[in-house]
């Protein structure tokens, strides 16, 4: 019998205990891949489908200025994008994994857990268990900053409470929007990680037009203008 069995072909069959050390997803995936086949006798070759995409960006620029910031803000983010994957931070590919697959255990429950472990983006399907990058979708969009959040930005410099490598009024929307893509962890050793920060590719601040460009998933960017709206610091463009 196989614990918390999922109703897919791919879930079937009871696979020997693996143990990975240090391995990223791509071969962690492809390994369980060739077992299911092994054990299958063919009959499934394929228990999970590892999707490398990058994430999707859309802007919403309110004019062509903003436009433009937006255009070079995602190139940083698509820069910075090849830097995480390199050294295999949380939400890619390459992020490396340590730990059992027990025998006689789900492959949903395990890779659910690796997924949730690593930061993958996670579904199951009939065909297959599907992992892919994490976030999937991103949106680029223009924050007007209003007067009353300058003046929080700066207390917070004078109290000398500002983000580490950001400026003072970037720091102030992320106190208040609680937005949280400008921090990625990264893999230190087996089962640790440590929080890093990526501020210069996911917020461009223009300060003569009082703008803040800020890429994040759609979900966060709509809590964002709840945030700010119930806070009192929306300005409308």
């Known amino acids: 019998m196989i614990a ?3 109703p897919y072909r791919w879930d079937a069959f009871v696979l020997p205990e693996q143990d990975f050390s240090n391995e990223t997803i791509v071969d962690v995936v492809a390994k369980v891949n060739a077992l299911v086949i092994q054990t299958s006798k063919g009959s499934v070759t394929q228990a999970v489908c590892l999707n490398t ?8 620029a309110p004019d062509p200025a903003i436009k433009a910031e937006m255009d070079k803000l995602v190139v940083a983010y698509r820069k910075d994008e090849t830097n995480w994957l390199n050294r295999g931070a949380c939400g890619f590919e390459t992020c490396r994994y340590t730990g059992k697959f027990m025998a006689k255990h789900s492959l949903g429950c395990e890779f659910q857990e690796l997924a949730s472990w690593v930061q993958l983006d996670y579904e199951e ?7 892919g990058r994490n976030p999937v979708h991103l949106e680029c969009r223009a924050y007007k900053i209003s007067p009353k959040l300058k ?3 700066e207390d917070l410099k004078k109290q000398n409470r500002i983000r580490v490598d950001m400026n003072p009024v970037t720091s102030a929307f992320v106190d208040v929007a ?5 921090s990625i962890d990264v893999p230190t050793k087996p089962n640790e990680t440590t929080g890093e920060f990526r501020a210069a590719s996911v917020f461009s601040y223009m300060p003569e037009s009082s703008v803040l460009v800020v890429i994040e998933t759609p979900e966060a960017q709509k809590l964002a203008e709840k945030n700010l709206k119930e806070a009192g610091f929306w300005e409308n463009f």
């Open 178 to 182: 609680r937005v949280s893509l400008w």
């Open 4 to 6: 918390h069995q999922r």
């Open 151 to 153: 003046l929080m930005a």
């Open 53 to 60: 995409n990058p994430a999707d960006i859309v802007e919403y």
């Open 125 to 131: 399907k009939p065909d297959a268990i599907h992992l």
